[in-house]
Every structure is written in structure tokens, then in C-alpha cells.
């Protein structure tokens, strides 16, 4: 058997579109290990335009932090709209499968030190997740923001590989493949909804 795997119609080359997922879900799972132990905390993270890196900040006391040190190597996992297909979907016969879109990331860790610049990570961060209709602006002379700083480890990573894995039944037919689109667009609406639902009852 000398099938390749991943699959290649599920990979993706189109960095535009994994950078799209990333900024579209940006609560990544940051993944490191050290000495065969492995660490993993999922926070936000953004992606810098300008500097083309990733850009987040961690809780000091977070064990994960010794992990951190310049120039180690770390994994971030992003994950996009997921489902399952049931073969009731398509037009023709099929065996039951789930779809996702998920990105990682790899790269080299740098430490921001320098409590000016952790501030600024923080207040790149606040505006972007904010979005275009922002209505909260976070100061640099926010006091808060001041008391923070010395309990964050802010970093970025500077990218050394993307992998995107987009599994959108696109070894079915065209009709098909709209199909579980559909499917997945609709799923993943509806099970968001009843799960909050019911995690606040």
C-alpha cells in the first residue's frame, strides 16, 4: 500500500486562506514539549501583516513558559468550522466522514521582554479582536493593562512553515462537495447555537 498521507486534495498551498482561518479563529492551540513532555494552552493569537509572525502573550505561571525560551520551536494548531457528514447528505452513495478546516503553524519562539513592547502586543491584540466596529480602545496608560504586565510572558513566532488541512469532501463530485458545503455551514450555525444554549442553562 503506498498511498500518501495526508491525503493531497485535503492540503492546501493557499497561504491567504490559512491566514484568512487564522484571523478569522484566533484562540490557537499553542503546542511545545520539553523533555518529551508536551505542553498545550490555547490563547489568542494574532497574526502581525507587517512582520508576517504571530504575535500572543501567556500567563507568567504557566508551566508552558519554560518552554518558551528564544529560539525554540513551537506548534500552533487554529481550528475552523468542523462537522460531521452524514452519507444521507450526498446525491450519490457514500460512507459517513467528518469535514474540517484547520491550520498549523510553525515557528520559532522570541521572548518580548521589554514591558513597553509586551504593552504594545496587548494593545494590537485588543484592537484587532475588537474589530472593524471597535468600541473598546485599550490606552497604554490603562492602569489595569499596567498592573498585567509583569505577570505576561509576551512572544512571537516567527513562521517557518504552514500546513493547512481543508477536508471539504473534495474527492466527491462538484455536487456533492456543494452539498456537504451546505452541510457544514448549516451544522456547525446550529450546534453552536444549541451548545451555548446549553452550557448557560
Known amino acids: 500500500m503506498?498511498?500518501?498521507?495526508?491525503p493531497p486534495h485535503h492540503q492546501i498551498e493557499d497561504i491567504e486562506k490559512m491566514i484568512s482561518l487564522v484571523k478569522?479563529?484566533?484562540l490557537g492551540m499553542l503546542?511545545?514539549?520539553?523533555?518529551?513532555?508536551?505542553?498545550?494552552?490555547h490563547i489568542p493569537i494574532i497574526y502581525n501583516e507587517e512582520s508576517k509572525r504571530l504575535v500572543a502573550h501567556i500567563d507568567k505561571y504557566n508551566p508552558q513558559v519554560e518552554t518558551l525560551v528564544d529560539g525554540a520551536e513551537v506548534t500552533v494548531?487554529?481550528?475552523?468550522?468542523?462537522?460531521?457528514?452524514s452519507p444521507s447528505v450526498y446525491s450519490t452513495t457514500q460512507l459517513p466522514t467528518w469535514n474540517y478546516l484547520i491550520v498549523h503553524v510553525t515557528g520559532i519562539i522570541t521572548r518580548i521582554n521589554d514591558p513597553e513592547a509586551a504593552k504594545d502586543t496587548m494593545i494590537a491584540m485588543t484592537e484587532f479582536l475588537e474589530?472593524?466596529?471597535?468600541?473598546?480602545?485599550?490606552?497604554?496608560?490603562?492602569?489595569r493593562m499596567e498592573?498585567?504586565?509583569?505577570?505576561?510572558?509576551?512572544?512571537d513566532i516567527t513562521i517557518t512553515h504552514w500546513e493547512g488541512k481543508f477536508k471539504l469532501s473534495q474527492d466527491k463530485n462538484k455536487r456533492d462537495q456543494a452539498l456537504a458545503k451546505q452541510a457544514l455551514i448549516e451544522k456547525s450555525r446550529d450546534q453552536a447555537l444549541d451548545f451555548i444554549e446549553d452550557m448557560y442553562s
Open 31 to 41: 503546542v511545545s514539549a520539553k523533555n518529551g513532555t508536551p505542553y498545550v494552552t
Open 24 to 26: 478569522h479563529y484566533p
Open 131 to 143: 474589530g472593524k466596529d471597535q468600541k473598546f480602545v485599550l490606552e497604554k496608560d490603562n492602569p
Open 147 to 155: 498592573a498585567a504586565v509583569p505577570y505576561i510572558q509576551a512572544f
Open 77 to 85: 494548531v487554529f481550528k475552523g468550522p468542523d462537522t460531521y457528514i
Open 2 to 6: 503506498n498511498q500518501k498521507y495526508p
